[in-house]
């Protein structure tokens, strides 16, 4: 609670290129996801590495990645929609499969 506290308080210092910057009211608890949400889409980012070698491009299904990491049930979209919001993968617009990005 106190970490929080002085996250939404502190101010960068003044510097000579600029004013300071305002507060970090955009980091907020509600944009952290929980661990077990990491947890999940760490397994499935390394289920999805696995089945596509590498690379990035190469759509895989996500049933089969989420089989692979021992994901199930909802458990599956939460690891999807996490690892999607950080950037590790991208969703296919028409079916249900997903790729590594390069930042996966």
Known sequence: MAMLVLLSTWRRPPSRFGPAAGPLSKMTARSIPPPDALKLAARFIAALYETTRGPPG???????????????????????????????????????????????
């Open 58 to 104: 190469a759509f895989r299904r996500i049933i089969d990645c989420a089989e692979r990491a021992g994901i199930s049930g909802a458990d599956v979209t939460t690891a999807v929609r996490t690892a999607e919001k950080a950037g590790l993968l991208d969703v296919h617009v028409s079916g249900p499969m997903v790729t590594l990005t390069a930042k996966g």
